[in-house]
């Protein structure tokens, strides 16, 4: 398992992401937008996606249960996350606001609810995604920022049967934890991130 | 191309026009200010219309003579849907005042509405531009209020 590899899959399951329709073009655009002056800035941009549609999702959910619906309050949620998530490109979260306005156009509480729970899922899938993304990238660029002669050591072929020991992960875990903080001297931080991205991504790798 | 404009006016160009842009929702606010100043202007952000008219000194109860931030503001860029003030209103507040009646105006909008467009050109919108914004937009944008460096 090599960082090119590595970076491979990465770019693999960022174009997956856009297949499947997770994200759009205005995704590219947040990208394009980043640079040095700015380096995390779709993280930043997407970490307030997901702070604003939690607390919006958390306000249909109670404006749903209220014995008399205002529906015109529950249009005006909706129509804020159709906005955010437009804005960075959470396509499929985005499309599912559409027929959401239009059940409080008829004011019916039942397809209202059964939107939001769609509505719901999705956004747990693309929060999902993305934090993989993030989390994939962040590894990588520590990996990549680490001295290259340790990948032609004993270590490397450590962190590869860490990488194929998925099928034991606790005993992969073990290995990996002693190999990140031993050999690089990684951070406690930084070796739970890549704990997490190994049992995300996990397969996608081998 | 998603923007409409009126015929512009031609407004000397600055090294770096200054741009107050309006919109309540604050992803698409980060993202506007991001997008202005890769296309190198200086950026101040307001939430909603009032705060906005409080910036440029035209609020309730401010004197003029105390706020010149309105003759500093080169463009105003605003959101339609706001709560409160809409960015027509906004747009009709500003082109009331002696000040700031020349500085142009440009209203964004999610929703390609035809009568709203007319609507706003009619009350002088400089332009009238679809969210999300792309990068293409406001470089065009830039170029088309200021002449271009």
Known sequence: ?????????????????????FLDAQFSQLQQLQDDSNPDFVVEVVSLFFEDSE????????????????????????????????SVGAQRVKNCCVPFRNCCEEQNTETCLRCLQQIKQEYLLVKN?????????????????????????????????????????????????????????????????????????????? | MDFYSSSSSTISSHEEPHVLAVDDNLIDRKLVEKLLKKSSCKV????????????????????????????????????????????????????????LKDVPVVIMSSENIPTRIDQCMEEGAQMFMLKPLKHSDVKRLRCQLMQCQ
């Open chain 1, 55 to 86: 607390r919006l999702l958390n306000d249909l959910t109670m404006a749903l249960d209220q014995p008399n619906v205002d529906f015109k309050q529950v249009d005006a949620h909706v129509h804020q996350l159709k906005g955010s998530s437009s």
């Open chain 2, 44 to 99: 101040t952000t307001a939430e909603n219309g009032l705060r906005a008219l409080e910036y440029l000194g035209l609020g309730a109860d401010q004197e003029h003579s105390t706020n010149n931030n309105g003759s500093k503001v080169n463009m105003i860029i605003t959101d339609y849907c706001m709560p409160g003030m809409t960015g027509y209103e906004l747009l009709k507040k500003i082109k009331e005042s002696s000040i």
């Open chain 1, 129 to 206: 995604k993305l934090q993989t993304l993030f989390e994939l990238a962040f590894f990588l660029a520590t990996v990549g920022a680490a001295d290259c002669s340790c990948w032609r050591s004993n270590s490397h072929g450590a962190i590869t049967q860490c990488l194929t020991g998925l099928a034991s992960p606790s005993e992969g875990k073990c290995l990996l934890n002693s190999v990140c903080r031993e050999e690089f001297s990684f951070s406690d931080f930084l070796v739970d991130h890549i704990i997490n991205f190994i049992h995300q991504i996990g397969l996608c790798l081998l």
């Open chain 1, 1 to 21: 398992m090599e960082v090119g590899q590595l970076q491979r899959s990465f770019v693999e399951y960022m174009a997956s992401l856009f297949r499947e329709g």
